[in-house]
């Protein structure tokens, strides 16, 4: 196991260091570690607005949302055999042709990955927290509890929407059952109680008092997860192949009015019939902001009144911008190469694409407006996820071109987005905290937007288009 | 006789390694034309090149009269492509499939030319199969087909007989020898001799990125000496120098 865990290991870090060089790729955790020690001395200040519970809390629901976001294996192994590392040629392809089953394959794969994930953003963060520590008056005791209880909210997120992702890859009937019972108990929980579920997160109980047993029930919850998560992988085998009726000729009719109707209704059929549609908006989206929402509600009386749903607003957005990578994850421009399609023609397409999908995020802020009692700040708030939304994609997209999933681990790239992202992201906090109207100054975004994905078109079609 | 395809010093290097050094070539209207060389000698880059998918890092390339660098979309269009490893999109049936290239191309009649594509390749039984599911055969019918739907006035392949039974290889043998001879050009890079011998009228041999020779197939013909003869013995003298 080792030798093929170590293989993997390497081949990670050999397709991220060969496209932007070994150099940016390993100095991401840096960066990473870097944000955490000087972010630490602000925290006399951060205590100041917010006190150090619930600082925590924001910390670990970052964690958390992180291992929802990287967590949904479940989607990869019904085609990971196949689609998206056979072509690559990757070894949890190549290894088929050793005596090893596909789970245990499979197995490495994951482990690999959640390896990976745990030192390029959770260790470093953990470890700048330490580092700082002597100089902000923080015990070491106390820091090396924050990197384990972060580790442990990262994996918990992980492990559930891993779960939740093999269930669903299973059958979905069962996932359904599975979401409806879930639901059920936690509403329960909260009309009964009237509390919030979050405050029962094991690493939040773990963090604010630690104890053996709420590590070991953690560490246990945690191994039943992952463990059923891998005994429900069923690889795919070629069977005989289904067939389909032309659905393509139609679609383009219809999307006619789309600046590239062809290639508006490839991306269609391909999230359609890859069950992306469906399993990214669940596991990459609609899991992960509702579980998050019971997290920040509990800030609520720290913010101004209406400042927990444009916050969440924003939050949307910047997950809603994340759907950009559903949409590129099918093709490198390989396919393309061979037709007149230049790269921004392609961009511009995938933009399109990205933008019907953001009819998901659009209709979750009503939802979430509706239920918070909030709906006279529907319209305000929908603005300003979107608008937060098409900006960040289109930094994105001038950043990373159509290779989002894999550049942004360029610690350049990364860095450029979170300034000029994280700049306007925090006027428009302030604006909307200020005056719920003010939400609407959001608009002027698209200008820029549109400038950068302008700029990102002519970039792009400058660089060889050699695949990735 | 037109010049459809011109190269003038054409180089390419990643780093310090030369991928393609210099390299002057012309190919003639109506010319079925191999590009040889072993395993890494830069064939695949040339045509990459010649495609506007890689930019040169010297010389210039024009195709059909249109410069690669200034061009290049403008050259996909005119041309057919068969790359060598790419695979068409994996959730789009075959027939899918040519209608998303027909779309692009512009082809009035795609539906038409796919049928006869799935006829003549003999591969119908698995228009309505997803690309992902086809076999590396099957999905070489279709990238064949989609590169020579719209008949374009020339075809650049890379290794056209490569993942072709026996059988097929004939057919599509027999199909470029016809296809040349309407006019149109066709420019292939492979490293199987035999074929380049019985198909091309033409050919050059690059080795380690240069180019050692090109001319016509009846030269060596005229000298009663095989293809495979004089490649090895220039290629093995050019390792030695």
Not at chain 1, 284 to 309: D, E, K, N, T
């Amino acid at each position: 196991m080792l030798d093929l865990f170590i293989g993997m290991m390497k081949e990670e870090w050999r397709i991220h260091s060969t496209m932007f060089g070994s150099f940016s790729f390993a100095m991401f955790p840096v960066m990473i570690f870097g944000i955490a020690f000087m972010g630490s001395f602000l925290l006399p200040l951060m205590r100041t607005a917010l006190p150090s519970g619930n600082l925590a809390l924001v910390i670990h629901a970052n964690f958390l949302l992180l291992g929802f976001m990287v967590g949904a294996f479940g989607l990869l192994a019904g085609e990971v055999m196949n689609r998206r590392f056979g072509q690559a040629s990757l070894l949890s392809y190549s290894a088929r042709s050793l005596p090893l089953s596909e789970r245990f394959i499979f197995l490495n794969f994951v482990i690999k990955d959640t390896v990976y994930y745990f030192f390029l953003w959770v260790f470093p963060f953990g470890f700048g927290y330490i580092a700082a520590s002597p100089f902000t008056g923080v015990t070491l005791l106390q820091a090396l509890l924050l990197l384990l209880t972060l580790t442990l909210s990262f994996l918990f997120g992980l492990c559930v929407i891993f779960f939740l992702s093999a269930v669903y890859a299973r059958s979905k009937r069962a996932l359904w059952l599975l979401v409806l019972v879930l639901g059920a108990g936690w509403g329960t929980l909260v009309v009964v109680t009237g509390m919030n579920p979050a405050l029962l997160f094991p690493p939040l109980l773990l963090y604010s008092s630690f104890t053996l047993v709420n590590l070991l029930v953690s560490c246990a919850i945690l191994i039943v997860l992952f463990g059923a998560s891998i005994m429900l992988f069923s690889p795919e085998y070629s069977g005989p192949a289904k067939k389909f009726t032309n659905a393509f000729a139609p679609l383009v009719r219809n999307l006619s009015f789309f600046p590239h109707p062809p290639l508006a209704a490839k991306d269609m059929i391909d999230m359609y019939r890859s069950g992306s549609v469906v399993g990214q908006t669940l596991f990459s989206f609609l899991i992960p902001l509702g579980v998050i929402w019971f997290f920040l509600s509990l800030l609520g009386r720290y913010l101004p009144p209406h400042g927990l749903l444009f916050m969440f607003a924003i939050l949307t957005g910047v997950i809603g911008s994340t759907m950009y990578t559903w949409v590129t994850m099918f093709d490198t421009f390989g396919p393309y190469a061979c037709l007149p399609v230049a790269v921004s023609t392609l961009i511009e397409s995938k933009i399109t694409s990205f933008s019907l999908l953001q009819l998901v995020p659009a209709v979750f802020i009503a939802v979430v407006a509706t239920l918070s009692g909030e709906l006279l700040y529907l319209i305000p708030a929908a603005v300003l996820c979107l608008a937060v939304s098409f900006y960040s994609v289109a930094v994105t997209v001038w950043l990373t071109g159509l290779s989002p999933s894999v550049l942004v681990y360029d610690v350049k790239v990364l860095f450029t987005y979170i300034v000029v992202v994280g700049i306007a992201l925090t006027i428009l906090t302030g604006l909307a905290f200020a005056s719920p109207d003010y939400a609407f100054v959001s608009v002027i975004l698209i200008l820029p937007a549109w400038l950068v994905v302008r700029k990102a078109k002519v970039k792009w079609d400058a660089v060889d288009t050699a695949g990735f | 006789m037109t010049t459809i395809l011109e190269t003038k010093d054409l180089s390419k290097t990643y780093g310090e390694v030369k991928a393609v050094d210099h390299v002057t070539l012309a190919v003639g209207e109506g010319a079925l034309f191999g590009l040889l060389g072993p395993n890494g000698s830069g064939k695949t880059t040339m045509i990459r090149m010649l495609t506007g998918q890689t930019r040169p890092t010297g010389g210039t390339a024009t195709v059909l009269g249109l410069d690669v660098v200034q061009n290049p979309v403008k050259v996909r269009e005119k041309v057919g492509i068969i790359p060598e490893q790419e695979t068409p999109p994996s959730f789009l049936t075959a027939m899918e499939y040519l209608d998303f290239v027909g779309t692009i191309r512009n082809i009035p009649d795609v539906t038409k030319r796919a049928d006869w594509w799935f006829d003549f390749l003999d591969f119908g039984d698995k228009k309505d199969v997803l690309c992902k599911d086809l076999s590396r055969g099957t999905r070489q019918k279709l990238m064949f087909a989609q590169a020579f739907i719209h008949e374009p006035a020339l075809a650049l392949i890379d290794e056209p007989l490569i993942n072709f039974d026996p059988i097929m290889q004939d057919v599509v043998k027999e199909y470029l020898s016809g296809y040349v001879k309407s006019g149109r050009t066709i420019f292939i890079s492979t490293h199987i001799l035999e074929v380049a011998e019985e198909i091309c009228s033409g050919f050059a041999i690059l080795h380690k990125g240069k180019l050692l020779h090109t001319g016509p197939v009846a030269e060596l013909t005229g000298r009663n000496e095989h293809l495979s003869d004089f490649f090895l013995s220039l290629v093995r003298k050019d390792r030695h120098a």
